[in-house]
């Protein structure tokens, strides 16, 4: 049985670091290591970095440099032509290389998904597009003058204002500003045959529904975690006897919820006031939330730990951890601290409502709530062998249906299905172009290669 020639390509990969980015290297690492074809095709963000270099045995293709580097530091119109010609250039590159992949798996629904889409259907390649980011309420979308949470502050401050203008409606935002002429077009092309729309969260199903862009080839497979790297410290260490340590790991941005989680801390800090917060991060809102920190009078217990690339140390060094975020589509950050054994506190948004079971195995309060998110900090904090028994039983859950194996094989799963379906498709097709005196020779040979499978 051949194994398929998978092509990755994404919107942003590494050096950038996010979840998807994040994602995207692992599973090209993972392919890889399984004897799997791979390439990676991404936009060179910055002129300086390399147009093609090999991670960990993945090559990667950059394009775009000259247009795409510094686009933001360009007037509006500019910026947006920038981006077109870099979609066509994408298009063109996807076109150039139809050869080298059988595969190609997209990892966001939104613009950059378009040029990728269309040279599927020209070169009839099966195509994988992934929906990484979900809101379910219709009323959030492309978001100016917001502002940080101020609880007891001034809330009309200008230095809680949020910088510049963001997307929370998720990711077919991008595709709902084309208008109906560009949304049918991607309906026409995502609903094809060989196409599979890809979320990682039962919420994107909702999230579909609500943006009437629900199709029939909608599969869910999660993100996966390593289990081996993120596993607790010692299965007997309680959290009790790691002091009263709580960590949160995020970018530090609006749709993360950092400020929530200080507001919330003001209220811990009273209770407790010996217990700990490390924020694990940076961003674009870390000046305005250290700023925050001295005006709730809690920098004595807050931590800005900055952005760290060996996660599992600061997690084995901490008893609870939080994630506050606005809006999410399936988070790297509660899925590595369950992993560890960690008692986890989130809200009810995509992926952590289906990582959560509140009471079960960690805590769920609804998004900006900062007085509920501080009633479960106390919880936990009051009562250590809750949490306990809530990381003990979070490892065993991430260890059942998250871990990084069970999510590769799923995913191997698909990508063999897809390409055993598209040969099975054209053998067939050929079969039908055949003269009709010649036909049934055809089928009695293309019927013995298939079942002898030696291709």
Request: charged share 20%; proline share 6%; glycine share 6%.
């Amino acid at each position: 049985m051949r194994k398929p020639r998978v092509c990755i390509a994404i919107n942003t990969f590494y050096p950038i670091i996010g979840g998807a980015e994040r994602q995207a290297f692992t599973q090209a690492r993972v392919l890889h290591a399984h004897d799997y074809p791979v390439m990676v095709i991404t936009f060179r963000q910055k002129f300086t970095w390399p147009p093609y270099e090999v991670l960990e045995g993945v090559p990667v293709t950059r394009i775009g440099g000259r247009l795409l580097s510094e686009r933001e530091l360009r007037f509006p119109l500019m910026k947006r032509l920038c981006y077109f010609l870099g979609l066509c250039l994408l298009g063109w590159t996807l076109w150039r290389k139809r050869s080298s992949y059988d595969i190609l798996h997209v990892y966001h629904m939104n613009m950059f998904a378009l040029p990728a889409a269309l040279v599927s259907f020209l070169v009839r390649k099966p195509l994988i597009v992934g929906v990484r980011s979900a809101s379910t309420d219709p009323s959030k979308g492309v978001a100016e003058d917001l502002t940080l949470l101020s609880g007891p502050l001034d809330k009309d401050a200008s230095w809680l204002r949020v910088p510049g203008t963001l997307q929370l409606g998720g990711d077919l935002n991008d595709l709902e500003r084309l208008g109906s002429l560009g949304l049918s077009l991607a309906r026409f092309l995502f609903s094809r045959p060989h196409v599979v729309i890809l979320v990682l969260s039962s919420s994107m199903k909702t999230y579909l529904q609500t943006r009437h862009f629900s199709l029939a080839n909608t599969h869910l497979i999660p993100n996966g975690v390593d289990v081996v790297r993120f596993s607790p410290v010692s299965p007997d260490l309680a959290p009790s006897e790691l002091g009263q340590s709580v960590v949160c790991v995020a970018k530090l941005c609006y749709r993360k919820g950092p400020d929530v989680l200080l507001q919330a801390w003001r209220y811990v800090q009273k209770e407790f006031p010996h217990a700990h917060l490390r924020l694990v991060g940076t961003g674009p809102i870390r000046a305005q939330l250290q700023r925050l920190v001295q005006e709730l009078d809690i920098a004595q217990t807050v931590e800005f730990v900055g952005l760290q690339s060996d996660i599992p140390p600061l997690l084995h060094n901490a008893g609870i951890a939080v994630l506050p975020s606005r809006i999410e589509g399936m988070p790297n950050a509660l899925l590595e601290a369950m992993a560890c054994g960690l008692a986890c506190i989130a809200t009810r948004v995509s992926g952590s409502e289906d990582i959560i079971q509140s009471g079960v195995n960690g805590l769920l309060v609804d998004p900006e709530n900062y007085e509920q998110l501080a009633q479960a900090l106390l919880a936990l904090l009051r009562d250590p062998s809750l949490a306990a028994h809530y990381g003990q039983t979070a490892r065993l859950h991430i260890e059942q249906h998250y871990s990084q194996e069970s999510i590769t094989d799923a995913y191997l799963k698909l990508y063999q299905f897809l390409l055993d379906d598209r040969l099975r498709s054209d053998k067939q097709r050929y079969v039908k172009r055949c003269p009709n005196p010649l036909r049934r020779g055809f089928e009695r040979i293309l019927r013995y290669v298939w079942n002898s499978r030696i291709y």
